[in-house]
């Protein structure tokens, strides 16, 4: 028996239990599933139309290449939603994505856009998998990168590597940073893109403003930031990877519309007056955040603390971590109605850790009881990938359906739909 045992992260953790969409006209909304299922282990829900709503709204408003990120969510269903709105560039940062996308999709343009990576994986990138575009932020990186993709092996495919380098940005307004572990400053990264350019296939800057960025501005900013490294860098650079951090409503959260996201970009871009660059971005949680949600079962309720069977240590990492609210309605085991007021409740996870609570408020019928189940949304992002074993709690299913996003937007500008509803 080996002494190594391999197990993918990178893959679903649940079951799927949906039909595939092409064997059915009408995928089953969220209700009917729970009432056919009747779960005891969390639910995930996936909506098709909603991603690929949200991704052609991005992709038309958006003057450049979208590259959807898939660590948001590397679910194969969420993947076939976004190839099917027209998604065919994808921002991985692991092998582990870039080979997944790849037996999805052999038309794929995947861009691997991790700043570190090992040796291993990028040469796998490279001659396996016919990844072309790197980003980096050091020296070491960019020695790491010409290296492995001119060995006699690597050479034979006869291309030259894209190579972006990766600028650090001052603090911003979002809600998680990025550039205090990757991003180079100007005086580096304007080096970089001169030792870069003679060997690139094609030359980008790449950056990120930080993950749900509420401020517009954050964009301008970064590209002004850019222009002084292509200017002080001295060459020709073909694109600006605008990053990610694209805002999406929470129930406590109401961002700006994503034009006025749009019109600080393309006005910024249009004062660096680079005529031959090309814009590209990297949006993970605008895509995807509406087009899945979880249901789970109540377990025991004391008082307003509601013991349901997932938590931080499953798919409501954000909900404990970080804090975040998300839309919920009830789903009554009895089928009736949910008539009673509503009332704040927080939720405790499955495992025997104290630390696993979700404080809320989560709002909810009053009278909600053992065996009810809850439906909490806006958990396409990050939700499901972040899934662990801890305790045993990594049972789950996954379906298809056809509702809505349990929050309707127009633009990024939150408008709640109903939260409460039967079986």
Known sequence: MSLIQNRAAVAPLHQHLSLAPEATPQLPNVASMVAALRPEEPLHCIRPAAIATSAGAFAQAFNGETLYAVKCNPEPAVLRALWNAGIRHFDCASIAEVSLVRRMFPGAAIHFMHPVKSRAAIRDAWIVNGVRDFVLDSFDELNKILLETSTPEAAALNARPGLFVRLALPKTAAMIELSSKFGADVATAAALLRAARPAA??????????????????????????????????????????????????????????????????????ALDLPDTRLWAEPGRALVAGGASVVVQVQLRKGNMLYVNDGVYGSLADAGTLGFRFPTRLIRASGAQAAAPEAAFGLFGPSCDALDVMRGPFMLPDDVAEGDWIEIGQLGAYASCLRTAFNGFDRAALVEVGDNSMLETAGYGAAE???????
């Open 201 to 270: 296939g094609k030359l980008g800057v790449a950056f990120h403003v930080g993950s749900q960025c509420m401020d517009p501005l954050a964009w301008r900013d970064a590209m002004a930031i850019t222009g002084l490294v292509i200017q002080q860098a001295g060459v020709h650079v073909d694109v600006i990877d605008i990053g990610g951090g694209f805002p999406v409503a929470y129930p406590d959260i109401d961002p700006p519309p994503l034009g006025a996201f749009m019109a600080e970009i393309d006005a910024a871009f249009d």
């Open 417 to 423: 739909a109903p939260l409460a509803c039967a079986a």
